[in-house]
C-alpha cells in the first residue's frame, strides 16, 4: 500500500512501540493507521481492541474489519457480542472502561487500544468515560488515539505522556488528499466565495444584530428566499453529486426529502438497479411490510432518502449499503451521519449554520462543521469536495461564518465527573486513597487551583453521600456497594429499588418497565403522557427510594442528579410483550421507532449487566431472564442485525 508522508511516519512509531495521538481532518485517512496496528498484532499473535463512540461505528468496523480479517474480529458492545474471544475486539469505549475496572486481567494479553475520534473528551455527557478509559488503561497497553483535527493535541498528548509514563508521540496533518471548496447559497444564487458572500450579498441587506434581530439602518429590500431546487439542480448541472444534505431536525431531513420527490436523479439502468439492491436488502433484514420502508421507496427510487436516529436501524442499514454502492444521489440527514461512518460523497449542504447545543441554539463550533464537511470529497475518485451552506443574511452574521469556516477549531476540554460506579471500583481498591488518582486526570492537568479545588470536592461528597446510604461500610464496600459498582449509570437508582424489595417483587413485563422509565430521555414534546393505573401504580411504587437519592444529592450538592423517571414507553413495553410490531407502538406512543429500539436496547443491556450480579436470588435471575427473551425479537435483536448487514 502507498502511504501518505504523515501515515508513513505514524507506521514507523508503531512498529518501535511508541504511542501515538494522530490529529487529521476527517477524510485524510487516520483509519490506515489503524489497520496496520491491528495487521501488526495479528501478525504477532497479540490481542488489539478498537473503541468507538458509537454502536453504529463500532458495528460498521466490526463488518468491515471482519470481510478484510475474517474471524480474527470480534464486538463486544451493550447490544452484541460475537466472537469475544478473538485477538482484535471492537469496543464501545464505555464497555472497555467497565472491563479494564470490574476485570482488569482480561487485558493481560493485550498490546493496543485504538481509541477512534479521541476528541469525544469533551463530550458533555460521554467524555467522562473517555477520560476514565485512558486513565485506568493498563500501563503495558500502546495507546493509538485518533482525532479530528484539535488545536490543543500536544496537550492531550503530555497529559496521556504524564498518566503512562511512556513516549506519547503527535502527528498532525493539515491537508486533506481531496480539497474542499466552500460555496454559499444565499438570496437564492450561488455564491462562490466568503469574500463574494460579504461584498454581493451582505453589504446589500440589513445585518443581524444578536441573534436574528437587525440592527443598524433597516434597508427595504429582503433577501430573496434561498429555494431548494435552485441549489439541487445547479448541482446536478455542474456534476456535483452525489450529496450529504445536513439539517438538525428529523422533520425537517424528512421534510425537505418529500419535498424533492419530483426529482429523479437516476437513469433507467440505476433505476433498475436500485429496486432490485432495495428489495433484496429489505428481505434479508424482513422489513418489507414495515410502513417506514413503504414510504421512504417512492424517494429511493428517485435517488433520494433521508436518514435519523428515528428511523429503525435495519432501514438506516439499507440506506447506508445504498448510498455506498453510489445509487442514492441526494440524502438528507441529521449529524450523526458525520461521526466517523465511511458515507463520503462529492458534496456537502448545510441547511443552516446553527443548531441546538445541550441547551440553547448557537452558531456551529469550527470542529462540528469541519467534521460534517468532511464527508465531501471522495478519495480516488474526487479532486476536490464541496461544501454549500445556505445564508440568511438577516440570520447569521458574516463574521460568525468566517469564524466557523476559517477559524481555529476548538480544543478539547475535559468533562471529567467520575460516576458512583467508578468512585465504588476505585474505593474499594484504594479506599481513602482514591483522591490520589484525580491529578491523573485531564480535568487536573487544565483546570485552575480552584477548579481542581470543586472537582475533589464533588468526590467527597460522593462519597459522603455513599456512606450515608450505605453502600460503604469503613474500609470496605456493603452489599449495597458491591452491587452498584457493577452498573453504570443508572447505579443508584437501580440498586436501592432492588435494596427496598421493588424489583425483587414485580414481573418481567413490569420489570422491563421500570428499567425503561429509567433510561428514557423525553424530547420537548414528550414530558406529559397519560398513564394507565397500573402504571400509575407502577410509578408510585417506586418514587420512594428515588426521592431518597434525589434528597441525599440536593444535601451533598452531587451533580448531575440522579435521572428521573418518565414511563411514556410502558405501554410500548407492554405491546411488544404481547407481540405487538414497531410501527404499531410507534404510533400508539408517539415514539419514534429508531428511539423505541434504542431504549428497548438499552433495557437488556441493564438487564444483563443486572445478571451478572452474584448476589441476585434465583427468582430474580429467571425474571431477568423472562424479560430479555420476550424483549430480544425482531427488530431490537441486535446481533441478528448485525449478522445479517454482511
Known sequence: MIYDEFQKKAVRLVETGHSLIVSAPTGAGKTVIAEFVIEQCIAAGQGVIYTAPIKALSNQKFRDFSRRYGDKIGIVTGDVGLNPQAPVLIMTTEIFRNTILENPRRMDGISWVIFDEVHYLDDAERGTVWEESIIFCPAHIRILALSATIPNVRQIAEWINQVHHHPMEIICEDKRPVPLTHRFQS??????????????VYRSYAQPHGRGRQAGRQKKKLPAANKIPTLISFLEQHGQLPALYFAFSRNRCREMADFMQEYNFLTPDEQTQIAERFQALIERFNIEEEPSVKKLWPLVRKGIAYHHAGLLPSLKEVIEQLFTSRLIKLIFTTETFALGINMPAKTVIFDELRKFYSFHFDTLRCRDYYQMAGRAGRRGIDSEGFVYSRINPQHIRIDEIKKIISGRPEPIISQCNLSYATLLHLYRRWQHQLYDIYPRTLHYFQSSKKARANAVGLM???IRLLEELGYIEGPALSAKGEFARRIYGYELPLTELYADGVLRDVTPVELAVILAALVFEPRKNQYHVRLKADVLQLQKTIAPPLQNIYKKERKFHVYPASKIPYFNLARSIQAWADGAGIAEIAEQSGVAEGE???????????????RQIPILPETMQGQIQQAVDFLNRGEIDAEKQLREGF
Open 596 to 610: 423505541i429500539v434504542r431504549y428497548f436496547r438499552m433495557v437488556i443491556q441493564l438487564l444483563r449487566q443486572l
Open 460 to 462: 467527597k461528597q460522593k
Open 187 to 200: 438570496d437564492n444564487r450561488i455564491v462562490f466565495s466568503l469574500e463574494q458572500l460579504q461584498q454581493q
